[in-house]
């Protein structure tokens, strides 16, 4: 009989801790962490209260991150998502090499980035909402990042390797390519424009995008687009 009770105790405790593993969530997937910060920069994750970002935190795909000031700023590093040759040390000793880097966020001012979107396996969609502010990218070609963006006046696509987009609530969107092509399509309607590398266009509040014009056809130094503190016509730079 006694044998039988530790029998059943046996099972009952394996069924519980097998239950437990079942139930338990996923391990979080790192896809960057963060290079620079200038609070207040929040992250934000299900279940758990907000918290200011530091300098070299990981990344989990699925976290949201909430600039909530003008002067706030972020630099993130994306990691490429993938299979990796492994390099060898001393004996033909396998040795994990580090992350490899294929794209680089830039933010300064008022915004929000959702990183990854986990219900998407095959590819690391990430979305970032401008509301006043800056944001450049650089992003490697064969990269497994997908980058899109969205401000008052426009939804962006990146197929680009450098973009800039300035956005004022009273001005409107600005977005430049040094590099690449990015798809703007206005929130008012109309159908999308697609502003190639060395070109640029302003989608006004309310608006459609202009015509896009050469980056060499306007002075930005004297006569910027866009009338922002932090604007600056450096292209965004890989990771040194």
Same mark, same amino acid.
């Given at each position: 009989?006694?044998?039988?009770?530790?029998?059943?105790?046996?099972?009952?405790?394996?069924?519980?801790?097998?239950?437990?593993?079942?139930?338990?969530?996923?391990?979080?997937?790192?896809?960057?962490?963060?290079?620079?910060?200038?609070?207040?920069?929040?992250?934000?994750?299900?279940?758990?209260?907000?918290?200011?970002?530091?300098?070299?935190?990981?990344?989990?795909?699925?976290?949201?991150?909430?600039?909530?000031?003008?002067?706030?700023?972020?630099?993130?590093?994306?990691?490429?998502?993938?299979?990796?040759?492994?390099?060898?040390?001393?004996?033909?000793?396998?040795?994990?090499?580090?992350?490899?880097?294929?794209?680089?966020?830039?933010?300064?001012?008022?915004?929000?980035?959702?990183?990854?979107?986990?219900?998407?396996?095959?590819?690391?969609?990430?979305?970032?909402?401008?509301?006043?502010?800056? #944001?450049?990218?650089?992003?490697?070609?064969?990269?497994?990042?997908?980058?899109?963006?969205?401000?008052?006046?426009?939804?962006?696509?990146?197929?680009?390797?450098?973009?800039?987009? #300035?956005?004022?609530?009273?001005?409107?969107?600005?977005?430049?390519?040094?590099?690449?092509?990015?798809?703007?399509?206005?929130?008012?309607?109309?159908?999308?424009?697609?502003?190639?590398?060395?070109?640029?266009?302003?989608?006004?509040?309310?608006?459609?995008?202009?015509?896009?014009?050469?980056?060499?056809?306007?002075?930005?130094?004297?006569?910027?687009?866009?009338?922002?503190?932090?604007?600056?016509?450096?292209?965004?730079?890989?990771?040194?």
């Amino acid at each position: 009989m006694r044998a039988v009770n530790s029998h059943r105790l046996l099972v009952g405790w394996f069924a519980f801790w097998m239950g437990l593993w079942t139930w338990a969530p996923a391990a979080a997937e790192e896809i960057g962490y963060v290079k620079e910060v200038h609070p207040e920069v929040l992250a934000i994750a299900e279940g758990k209260p907000p918290r200011q970002l530091q300098p070299r935190d990981p990344l989990d795909r699925g976290l949201r991150v909430r600039l909530t000031q003008r002067t706030s700023y972020l630099l993130v590093y994306l990691y490429h998502i993938g299979p990796q040759k492994p390099s060898t040390g001393p004996q033909d000793i396998p040795i994990e090499p580090p992350p490899r880097i294929d794209g680089v966020i830039h933010l300064a001012g008022k915004s929000q980035v959702d990183l990854g979107n986990p219900s998407v396996l095959d590819r690391v969609i990430t979305t970032v909402a401008v509301d006043w502010g800056e #944001l450049r990218v650089w992003l490697l070609p064969g990269r497994s990042h997908d980058l899109k963006g969205k401000t008052r006046e426009a939804a962006l696509g990146f197929k680009g390797t450098a973009v800039r987009v #300035l956005a004022d609530p009273f001005v409107g969107t600005f977005v430049g390519v040094d590099e690449g092509v990015a798809i703007v399509q206005a929130l008012a309607g109309g159908d999308p424009v697609e502003v190639t590398s060395g070109h640029w266009v302003l989608v006004p509040p309310g608006g459609f995008p202009t015509r896009p014009a050469s980056l060499d056809s306007v002075d930005i130094l004297e006569d910027p687009p866009l009338q922002l503190n932090d604007f600056s016509t450096e292209s965004p730079r890989p990771p040194q």
